[in-house]
């Protein structure tokens, strides 16, 4: 696939957009990023240096839908679903308008399936017959096993590792460093706390850490969720 031309950045977070110029360095990407913030966005001025051609604009400067493919400034899932939310109102942009980024030191198993909006940081690995959702995003250094299943939204934090046949729900959070025994489920909207050895399932909507994970908390709405990652 023809890499576009242009790469529309949703939301602004000078330490993750720093991540995502690092990676489209690395690949050599031809084109120019213009990072589009929402209008409650507070701009500061971001932590890297870049030869790539880029601009800053809040989204009621745009008379009309940019042109290019889209991506997400974020790895917080709840984030992540409300700019797709948002820009789908103001523009009609729908899954099949973003792009994927995937470091090229990170490996991607042939047999893999992925839908757009997919973030990948170096040095992961994605093994053979894992399907992904839409917007997901694996920080560096992680793992995630065979046959595993990550929905929609959901992110995948620094060294993380997830054994065979993991199945992680609709934006739903592994904090850093994190391992998942084989065949669990972790339940959709769940936080799984940085350092955490999860070996029981952990169901929806709860936040839980620990060695072994334990949920400790329950999660009670989208905004509490937010605050906690």
């Known amino acids: 696939m023809q890499p576009p031309d242009t790469i529309n950045v949703l939301g602004y977070s000078g330490s993750h957009m720093s991540l995502i110029f690092e990676s489209l360095s690395c690949l050599g990407f031809p084109g120019r990023i213009c990072i589009i913030m929402h209008d409650n966005t507070r701009y500061f001025d971001a932590p890297f240096e870049t030869g790539l051609p880029f601009s800053v604009v809040k989204h009621s400067e745009l008379s009309r839908m940019p042109e290019g493919l889209f991506f997400f400034c974020s790895n917080n899932p709840a984030n992540k679903k409300f700019l797709f939310s948002f820009f789908a109102k103001k523009w009609n942009i729908e899954e099949g308008s973003f792009t994927s980024i995937v470091h090229p030191s ?17 040095l992961s690995v994605i093994s053979a017959y894992a399907t992904v959702g839409f917007g997901v995003s694996i920080n560096r250094h992680c793992s995630v096993g065979h046959h595993n299943v990550l929905h929609d939204y959901c992110s995948i934090y620094p060294g993380s590792h997830l054994a065979g046949d993991v199945e992680v729900g609709h934006a739903a959070t592994i904090g850093p460093g994190t391992t998942v025994f084989s065949g669990l489920t972790i339940g959709e909207n769940t936080i799984i ?7 029981k399932d952990i169901p929806a909507n709860v936040l839980a850490f620990g060695n072994p994970c334990r949920v400790q908390k329950q999660m009670v709405s989208a905004t509490e969720q937010s605050t906690i990652i």
């Open 106 to 122: 990170s490996i991607i198993a042939s047999t893999v399936k992925h839908k757009q909006g997919l973030y990948v940081e170096p």
């Open 193 to 199: 706390g940085g350092g955490s050895v999860v070996t």
